[in-house]
Each structure stands twice: as C-alpha cells, then as structure tokens.
C-alpha cells in the first residue's frame, strides 16, 4: 500500500476549534493523505464551530466504519472537545483503536479525552496550558508537538501547522513534511 493511500478521520463537534481542525484538514490533504471530516452527529454533517462558523463535515459518524481508516484525529475547542468526549461511539472508537495499536491525534484540549480513557499514562504528551491536571499520568511536555508510539498530541490553536506536519511526517517521513512546510511557508 502507498503511503499516501492511508486514510484518516477527524472528528468534529460543536464547539471545535476551527483553527486546529481545518489546518490538519488542509495540510493533510496538501501532502495527498485522505483526510475526512466527520461530524459526530447522527445523519447530520453540518457542525458550528467554537467562534460560530458553519461547517459542513464530509460524512456523518453513523455512516462510517471506524476500520475504513489508519488515524482519528481530534481537535480541540470548548464545548467540542466535551462534546467528542461524550460521544459514545467515537469513545468506542478510540477505544478499539489504541487496543490494535492504530494511530491517535489531538491537539489542544482534546488529549485530555486520550488521558480520561487511560491512553497517556506513562506518555510523552502534550496540551493546551491548563488542562494539565486533566492529563492522568501524562509525561507532560510543552513542545508543539509530540510523538510517542502511535499516538500524536498537540499543544493549541498556534501549534496546529507543526501537529498537522508531525502527522505527515508519521505517514511521509521528514522530507514531505519539510516540502509542505516550504510550500505554506512556515517557518
């Protein structure tokens, strides 16, 4: 399978952070990785983001099948990342996800949905400043992003671009992260 064949999902709630979610979205898709958008509500793609922008999420979580993809991303936000949370079948997914060991991604305040279902415990990760006391058992850093096994975190909205390269180079390697870092001229 070419790499560029993998195939994530990221996830999306009322209440998400645009920033985070759109530039994964974008620098993801820029590198040729199929990134779909998927809300969280049954047979409803539309989702209004933390700051009141209308989204329309590519499918709906009702018509997925979690196996069809390689990463569940997350991003975060207040109330989305409550929201994801509280959403049972993302959970179930995530859930069987770190049991086969597949990869995992949030940014912001969604690493503390990975903390509450006991996924970072003894991990390097990373979040948004202070949420730490909801990270049990993190190995807590304050990179931008941080790699630990198959599991991706980020620290907030300003470090979106460098998460979103650490999941190109986690598929890609180094030199296709560096090539769309030069293409959107970062850094």
Known sequence: ?????????LFLADG???VEALTVVDILRRAGITCQMVSIKNNDTS?????NVRITADVSIGSIC?????????????PGT????????????LRSFYAN????????AAPTILAGLGFLRGVRATCYPGME??????????EAAVVSG?????????CAIPFALKIVEHYLGASEADKISAGIVYK
Do not use: R
Not at 82 to 93: I, M, P, Q, V, W
Not at 101 to 108: D, L, R, S, T, V
Not at 150 to 158: F, L, M, R
């Open 47 to 51: 989702v209004i983001s933390s700051h």
């Open 101 to 108: 060991g597949k990869e995992i991604a949030a940014i912001c």
């Open 1 to 9: 399978m070419d790499l560029k064949d993998k195939k994530v999902a």
């Open 66 to 78: 979690f196996d069809d993809y390689d990463m569940l991303v997350l991003p975060g936000g207040m």
């Open 150 to 158: 198959n599991i991706i975190t980020g620290h907030g909205v300003g």
């Open 133 to 142: 006391s909801q990270m049990d058992g993190a190995i807590l850093t304050h």
């Open 16 to 18: 998400f952070e645009e």
């Open 82 to 93: 409550k929201n994801l949370a509280s959403c049972s079948t993302l959970t179930d997914g």
